[in-house]
Structures are given as structure tokens and as C-alpha cells.
């Protein structure tokens, strides 16, 4: 166990999609969380997230310059952002949220055909993590890779609706081409040449995968969470997040601020791998997913990451005399496995990557 993931489940799965048309006024005890982890209703209503035009990079260099300067704020102060004129199609966005929603409501013996195991994550899935008995979270999901290329498997992509497949290979193309500009802006910020965090990840190998995350609707949304907090284990996370359903809530101090996303916009947040990368300059942020009563909700994290088995430690030209190395090396490979076994776990996992003081 401690070398490999499982082969399967430890429970039989049960769609809580399937819950929740059957629970009219309560949710099943497996799904409760204790009290110091329920949505907490003392939330700060009006903050949000920086909201970042992304137009400004290729506009006059002053523009250029407030933009750089807004991101680096941005990660520096809260490590999640909304990016606009991001230069993927609304269109695209729309068809991918969409489609997969079709998915979300075919017949169940249909979704079934791509059930996962814990092995790969890829395909339908309900729970995260292989602790029997662990308390679980409110959703469903629907895990594909599309990077590398020998991951990258499309018989395991749904075939209905019929635009699946090929509106998924369109919309990994330009979300693999976005995170890469956002890279490069994220290591000139770092007063590093623009290629470096890239090189880092391995260059033209990087990993990128998809969860499509499916929140039905909840009689007890205040008893459970539709996701666990955590930080992403990966490098950079992008959002297309379901803007007529907010959800997303971001820890800000001790106060856990609600997401208020914009049409079209990508909901950027940094994962465990830069914070590793940049010596804790930047920092990966803790977030959650609280549901709703009335309505459901669909939203599409896309997840940029270093290759699997490079080691992944401080970049060099960010470890001084008066910072040292933050972080002992881990492959990425490594880094999920650990985080396959234990589910969603707050921040505890890059924590425990620490260098011994």
C-alpha cells in the first residue's frame, strides 16, 4: 500500500447523484462532516478575488507592467486570481461546461461504463482518497489526462454526448497553451528569466489533466461540503467554474471568502509544485466547495503539472544564504500518490515536505 496505489475502493461507490434524488430532508451520516469543518455562515460578502484583464500583457509596456504587477499581488496576497480576455473562445468554454453536464445527467448504467478505481483516478468517480469508513464529500466527478501523450487515452473519454471527445481534445489544446503564457509570466515575476519554471515542470513533457467536478443539489448543504478543503497538489489549477452557481470559497486568513465568478473568466489558482519551485514566494491557498439546495453545479478544474518523475525542489536562483531551501526534492509522481492514499487533507501534505530547521 504504502509503495502503490490500490486496485479499487475500500467501500462500494455510491453516486451521490443518486442521493440526491432519493433524499428529501437528510443526508446520509457518511456525508455529515464534524462541526469545525461546516460552511460557516460568518463570511465576508463582499471581498473577492482579484479580477485580472489579461489584455494588458500584449498592450503598451505600462500596461504590460500593471498587468505583471497585478498578478504578482495577486499570487503574493491571496494565490488565487480571475483572468479575463484570456484568449480562449466564450463559445469553447460554454460547449465544454455544457457537454459534460449532458454527461452528468445520462442514465446511470451509461456513466457507469467509465467507473475508476483508485489506481489512475480516470473516469466516474465519487470519492476521493481509500480510508474505510472516511467521511465522504458531497459530489461527483469525472477524472481524464491529457498530457503526456502515453497517458493520454481517449477510449476512456466518454463517447455521449456525442461532441464529448472532441470538444475536450479542443479545449485541452488552449488551456495547455494558456497556463503556459501564465507561466512565464509567473517566473518573470519571480525575477527569473521566462522559461524557467517551465524547464523546471520538463519543458515540453509536462503533465496536464482534467476533473470535472459534478455538485448535485443538496437537502443539508449545511452539514456537508460538496469538496474538502486543500491546496492543489499539482503546479497551476484553471477553473472554468458554473457562474450562475457560486461555490468556490477561498481561505483568506481565518475567514473563508465565497468566489464570485464573472462569465467567461478562468478562476487561476497556484498549486503545491510552485510553492515548492519558488521557495514559498508563492504560496498554494486552501479552498473548498460548499453546495447548494436548490441547485446544482458543474465546474471544470484543469491541472498543469511538472512532469511525473522529475524531481521537483527550490529553483536555484531562488535559495539564498538568508532563505535557504524550504522543501526537500519530490517527484510529482510521488508528491500524488501520497495524496491518492489520504484524500483531501488541508494543507498538510506540502507542509510535510519541509526541510528539518
Known amino acids: 500500500m504504502k509503495n502503490s496505489s490500490p486496485q479499487d475502493w475500500p467501500e462500494p461507490i455510491v453516486r451521490v447523484q443518486s442521493l440526491s434524488e432519493r433524499c428529501i430532508d437528510s443526508i446520509p451520516e457518511r456525508y455529515i462532516k ?7 455562515s460568518a463570511l465576508d460578502d463582499d471581498a473577492n478575488i482579484p479580477v485580472i ?60 461504463q467509465y467507473a475508476n478505481s483508485p489506481k489512475t483516478y480516470e473516469g466516474y468517480g465519487s470519492r476521493l482518497g481509500i480510508e474505510k469508513g472516511a467521511i465522504l464529500d458531497w459530489s461527483d466527478y469525472y477524472y481524464l489526462h491529457y498530457l503526456p501523450l502515453s497517458l493520454k487515452d481517449c477510449n476512456k473519454w ?12 479542443e479545449y485541452g489544446r488552449e488551456l495547455v497553451k494558456l497556463c503556459g503564457r ?11 528569466e521566462e522559461e524557467v519554471l517551465e524547464r523546471a515542470f ?13 455538485y448535485p443539489k443538496c437537502p443539508r448543504p449545511e452539514l456537508t461540503l460538496g469538496l474538502s478543503s486543500h491546496s492543489d497538489p499539482g503546479g497551476m489549477t484553471l477553473l472554468l467554474s458554473d457562474d ?34 519558488s521557495n514559498a514566494n508563492y504560496k498554494s491557498v486552501e479552498h473548498r466547495v460548499v453546495v447548494n439546495s436548490n441547485k446544482e453545479r458543474v465546474s471544470l478544474a484543469f491541472f498543469y503539472n511538472p ?19 524550504l522543501y526537500t526534492a519530490m517527484t ?25 530547521r
Not at 511525473?308 to 531551501?325: C, G, Y
Request: glycine share 8%; aromatic share 8%; charged share 25%.
Open 244 to 277: 450562475q452557481v457560486p461555490g468556490l470559497q477561498v481561505r483568506k486568513g481565518d475567514n473563508w471568502i465565497t468566489v464570485k465568478p464573472l462569465p467567461h473568466a478562468f478562476i487561476v489558482n497556484i498549486g503545491d509544485q510552485i510553492q515548492i519551485l
Open 158 to 169: 466518454p463517447t455521449h454526448p456525442p461532441s464529448c471527445r472532441e470538444v475536450c481534445d
Open 53 to 112: 484583464d489579461l489584455a494588458g500583457l500584449y498592450g503598451d509596456p505600462d500596461a504590460r507592467a500593471s498587468t505583471l504587477r497585478q498578478i504578482s499581488e495577486a499570487c503574493n496576497e491571496w494565490g488565487f486570481f480571475q483572468i479575463v480576455n484570456h484568449g480562449v473562445s466564450p463559445h469553447l468554454m460554454d460547449m465544454a461546461r455544457e457537454t459534460w453536464r449532458q454527461f452528468f445527467h445520462m442514465p446511470l448504467e451509461v456513466k457507469q
Open 34 to 40: 464534524p462541526l469545525s469543518d461546516r460552511p460557516s
Open 307 to 325: 512532469k511525473s518523475n522529475i524531481p521537483i525542489e527550490p529553483v536555484t536562483e531562488l535559495v539564498k544564504p538568508d532563505k535557504p531551501a
Open 182 to 192: 501564465l507561466m512565464k509570466v509567473l517566473s518573470i515575476n519571480l525575477g527569473l
Open 332 to 356: 510529482f509522481d510521488e508528491y500524488r500518490l501520497f495524496i491518492r492514499l489520504r484524500g483531501p487533507c488541508g494543507k498538510s501534505h506540502v507542509e510535510s515536505l519541509k526541510s528539518p
Open 202 to 214: 520538463g519543458g515540453e513533457d509536462i503533465g496536464a489533466c482534467m476533473r470535472v467536478n459534478f
